[in-house]
């Protein structure tokens, strides 16, 4: 009894955590993975349906809801979602001016981008855990992720293409000789230069790293603690009513850390695009 009870407490997380995963079968031919075991064979050339799906909903509802707010905007005092709105973009100007020295209109845009988007993929964790799986497969879904900043594959994208533009623009600003120079003549002057291009070359590959991974690790040690909590509902009233009060403390304490996960990521990419346009002599 306490085996099978453990077997299916196991089954019940994998499947929690499994993603919806498309590529190619250990059979060779291509489809959804069936278990973990089939995704992990996968390798590299796969990919997270329900991550690639969320994403882009809450992409296309974060830029259409902004879009109608500009369309619809009103002069004096703003009311409903125009007020939210523009205490958004208010928010993310000022915290641009306050740690953005240089001059770069594309900076505002991509921050707003950074921390709404983020902020919606976090705010999903705050769904029951098991509805929308539970709904997926009565539909003939295996599996379903709801929370796209849980996957590494997702945190890593945008990580990575935030230090593309960091490179990027620190070429077009300092030139290729200038980056170069950094990385080779600093901070112990060119005779330090292998030193110096060791050290900063694990610098710059720390940044989308420490990015990344920040972000993932809270938010999967966040899911896990709902899922734990969910597996009290089957231990009878008692433990059901202690998982209730706890899921709903944890959900009003997770508010703040999604927030301040989404705040802390659009912070270090202005940080980040900050020094790429600094010149250091």
Request: glycine share 12%; net charge neutral; proline share 5%.
């Given at each position: 009894m306490e085996q099978e009870r453990a077997h299916t407490t196991s089954s019940y997380i994998q499947h929690h955590l499994q993603n919806l995963t498309y590529g190619k079968l250990p059979d060779g031919t291509w489809g959804l993975a069936h278990s973990m075991d089939d995704m992990q064979k996968m390798g590299f050339w796969s990919l997270n349906l329900d991550t690639l799906g969320f994403s882009a909903l809450l992409g296309i509802l974060f830029l259409g809801s902004f879009y109608i707010v500009s369309r619809r905007a009103t002069s004096g005092v703003p009311r409903g979602w125009q007020n939210f709105v523009e205490m958004v973009v208010e928010f993310i100007d000022n915290t641009v001016r306050g740690s953005f020295s240089a001059k770069n209109n594309v900076v505002a845009p991509l921050a707003l981008?950074?921390?709404?988007?983020?902020?919606?993929?976090?705010?999903?964790?705050?769904?029951?855990?098991?509805?929308?799986?539970?709904?997926?497969?009565?539909?003939?879904?295996?599996?379903?992720?709801?929370?796209?900043?849980?996957?590494?594959?997702?945190?890593?994208?945008?990580?990575?293409?935030?230090?593309?533009?960091?490179?990027?623009?620190?070429?077009?600003?300092?030139?290729?000789?200038?980056?170069f120079g950094e990385l080779a003549f600093q901070p112990f002057?060119?005779?330090?230069?292998?030193?110096?291009?060791?050290?900063?070359?694990?610098?710059?590959?720390?940044?989308?790293?420490?990015?990344?991974?920040?972000?993932?690790?809270?938010?999967?040690?966040?899911?896990?603690?709902?899922?734990?909590?969910?597996?009290?509902?089957?231990?009878?009233?008692?433990?059901?009513?202690?998982?209730?009060?706890?899921?709903?403390?944890?959900?009003?304490?997770?508010?703040?850390?999604?927030?301040?996960?989404?705040?802390i990521f659009m912070t270090l990419t202005i940080v980040y695009l900050d020094l790429a346009h600094q010149e250091h002599h």
């Open positions: 981008t950074i921390f709404v988007w983020v902020l919606l993929m976090n705010l999903m964790d705050l769904l029951p855990i098991d509805w929308l799986p539970t709904l997926a497969l009565y539909l003939g879904v295996p599996y379903l992720k709801v929370v796209p900043s849980t996957d590494p594959n997702a945190t890593f994208g945008m990580s990575i293409s935030v230090i593309v533009l960091v490179i990027y623009y620190s070429i077009k600003v300092k030139g290729l000789g200038g980056f002057g060119k005779w330090g230069a292998p030193a110096n291009l060791l050290l900063e070359v694990v610098n710059l590959i720390a940044k989308p790293v420490s990015l990344a991974l920040r972000l993932f690790g809270n938010m999967y040690a966040g899911e896990m603690i709902f899922i734990l909590i969910a597996l009290m509902y089957g231990g009878g009233w008692f433990f059901g009513i202690f998982g209730g009060v706890l899921q709903l403390g944890w959900a009003i304490f997770h508010i703040l850390i999604v927030t301040l996960q989404a705040f």
